[in-house]
């Protein structure tokens, strides 16, 4: 087992600290590798998450649609009614 040493800044510092702090983890390598072998269910959490939000804007978009519809036919109504 090798031994890797970096070098890192104020920010990267913080995130390892975050990291840690989430994982309840007190070495930091550790949270990290953690972390790292989270990121592929989270990807695949993201991606479904996106799926779903473009489904619900098209959903949305459609609901405005019908609504249109149905306040240009109330319209009409309005309109013959006043005849």
Known sequence: MGTLT???NEQQ???IEDIKAYYDEAAGTKA???AANDV???????ERL????????QQI????SATFSVLSGLDSL???SEK
């Open 40 to 46: 592929p269910q989270m990807h695949n959490e993201i």
């Open 61 to 64: 978009r459609e609901y405005e």
């Open 6 to 8: 970096i070098r890192t």
């Open 32 to 34: 990290v590798l953690k």
């Open 78 to 80: 309005r309109m013959l």
């Open 13 to 15: 510092d913080q995130i």
């Open 50 to 57: 996106k799926k779903e939000l473009l489904m619900a804007r």
